[in-house]
């Protein structure tokens, strides 16, 4: 009774309403299939140090962050997936939920209140960052061109952990020495552990020097010992995980790093904290700064190059 009383108007406004909802369904399916190859092409495009793309991808980014770098000289897609299941067999069992090393907080100033010792996490560098900060600080380029001044590339990771980044670069084939500091005697031992038995896995010798079953050469040392305090003078190149480094800290070793690029061979240095020391400029020495995002174990992350230029030990040197 209804249908034959309705008015004309009520059919034409069903109708409408149908066809608004037709195209609107139309229109999304659309929009899905445009996101879903342009997620596709951004995979394949080359790696570009400033690229991103705005791709709905779980966070609604692809960043550079999350793209392999292309392949260095000599290097092969199996062996970064040894290097990546060597470090996530060797490494990973000492992490926690969320891909955060667990430590007691043995340390010097480690101490939570009433000088009882607290725990808690901390995150590091994952296996892709490393990649991107091995060619932000042109360590492969380094190792290809033989631009060691006749000593060779040394790296040193201030605030080394348990040794991932350490073991990477060793393994990665692009430093004649790599050196870790580390102030908590906990990650210390997880460092000096894993990286033995890395070397037995992979059958690498005591001596390292001599290079091993493809994996180069080169020197691996743990120290246990505060940054501030450590001989870091013969460094080539230093990577400070300082993000969570006191301003004080941060300050002092803003001084041993200039004076150390005056005194010997350093000439880049990667830091997850500004420098402002380097930036201003010390003695007519400049240095010059670009930002790279990185995969961390707790997400992207941006670190600071900073490339000595115009030194003449050095040569002009930018971050690649």
């Not at 609107?24 to 080359?46: I, K, V």
């Not at 743990?222 to 995980?241: G, I, K, M, P």
């Not at 480094?245 to 005194?263: W, Y």
């Not at 904290?273 to 670009?290: F, Y």
Request: one cysteine or more; hydrophobic letters at 35%.
């Amino acid at each position: 009774w209804q249908l034959r009383t309705c008015p004309p108007s009520c059919y034409a406004c069903a109708m409408a309403a149908a066809s608004l909802t037709l195209a609107l369904s139309f229109l999304l399916f659309l929009l899905t299939l445009c996101r879903s190859e342009h997620g596709a092409r951004a995979q394949t495009l080359l790696f570009d140090e400033n690229f991103h793309v705005d791709c709905e991808e779980d966070d609604g980014t692809t960043w550079a962050a999350d793209l392999e770098p292309p392949l260095r000289p000599g290097e092969t897609a199996e062996g970064r997936r040894v290097i990546d299941d060597v470090l996530a067999w060797h490494y990973g069992s000492a992490r926690g939920s969320g891909g955060a090393y667990r430590s007691d907080g043995d340390g010097e100033g480690e101490s939570g209140e009433g000088g009882r010792r607290s725990e808690y996490t901390y995150g590091e560098i994952t296996p892709l960052g490393v990649r991107r900060l091995i060619q932000a600080m042109g360590l492969g380029a380094d190792a290809a061109d033989g631009s060691g001044d006749g000593d060779g590339v040394v790296v040193y990771d201030l605030g080394s952990g348990a040794g991932a980044f350490v073991a990477q670069v060793r393994l990665e084939g692009v430093v004649d020495s790599v050196v870790g500091i580390e102030l908590s005697s906990t990650r210390h031992a997880i460092a000096v552990e894993s990286w033995d038995a890395v070397r037995a896995s992979l059958d690498l010798s005591d001596d390292d020097d001599e290079g091993d079953g493809g994996w180069g050469s080169g020197k691996v040392r743990f120290e246990n010992r505060d940054v501030l305090e450590a001989d870091f003078s013969d460094a080539t190149h230093v990577y400070a995980c300082s993000l969570c480094f006191p301003s004080h800290v941060i300050e002092a070793l803003e001084m041993i790093i200039v004076e150390h690029s005056k005194r010997g061979r350093l000439r880049i240095v990667a830091s997850m904290s500004d420098l402002r020391l380097l930036e201003t400029g010390e003695e007519g020495r400049r240095w010059e700064k670009r930002e790279h995002d990185v995969k961390m174990t707790w997400g992207r992350s941006r670190i600071r190059v900073y490339s000595l230029i115009g030194s003449s030990s050095t040569g002009t040197v930018t971050s690649k």
